[in-house]
């Protein structure tokens, strides 16, 4: 049984014919369904092109580290940072990374730069070490931090004598999705700030 659209016209007889008579056609031509299928599929088209189009995520800047007065920027080509004042930033190519350290500043520091950097504090060889997240240049690091026995000491930084360990690894950040391991060695725990400090200080080479 088809649906009457005359009710709403009741008082207008001509008007409540004529309307009836239209929309019958109408339905009965089946352009109705037409109409609302072409509706239904140009909604879900406009729906997929808005979807598709919108503005990829804005990655989040990097947050602004206010070093000491003195501190000096220091560059190395994959990467740069700021250390203390006298800092001096010495490096070398080997095959297939860069490898280098920091003279001249209160602390001891090492870094190397390639596919297989990485830090020479582990679980094996220190269980009882701390690891934490340090977001440096917008991206995630791993920090890490122990202490060193006087062996180790001499062994990775030879002449420091400085036994409190701080490491920074980013993972396959910097230029050529090569990773950056970063080390310090320091007197006390009282430098983890400055070291710290150094390390979000950190912006890789785009």
């Not at 008082?11 to 031509?29: G, Q, Y």
């Not at 369904?33 to 990655?59: D, E, F, H, R």
């Not at 080997?94 to 520091?109: E, L, Q, R």
């Amino acid at each position: 049984m088809q649906r009457r659209f005359s009710e709403p016209f009741a008082d207008f007889p001509v008007a409540a014919a004529t309307w009836e008579m239209t929309m019958n056609r109408f339905l009965a031509s089946g352009k109705f369904l037409a109409l609302l299928l072409t509706l239904v599929i140009a909604g879900g088209i406009g729906y997929w092109a808005w979807s598709g189009m919108k503005a990829p995520p804005v990655a989040v800047p990097s947050a602004i580290v206010t070093t000491p007065p003195g501190w000096v920027k220091l560059d190395g080509g994959s990467f740069t940072l700021y250390a203390p004042p006298g800092s001096q930033l010495r490096q070398a190519r080997g095959a297939g990374f860069t490898y280098g350290d920091i003279i001249g500043s209160p602390y001891c520091v090492r870094f190397q730069a390639g596919p297989h950097a990485g830090l020479m504090m582990t679980k094996k060889s220190h269980p009882d070490y701390s690891e934490s997240t340090l977001v440096v240049d917008g991206h995630p690091g791993t920090l890490r931090q122990g202490v060193l026995s006087a062996n180790e000491q001499q062994f990775w930084f030879p002449g420091c004598g400085a036994p409190v360990y701080f490491g920074l690894f980013l993972a396959s950040r910097a230029p050529g999705g090569e990773s950056l391991a970063i080390e310090v060695t320091a007197a006390d725990e009282d430098a983890r700030d400055n070291v710290l400090m150094m390390f979000q200080s950190i912006r890789l080479a785009k």
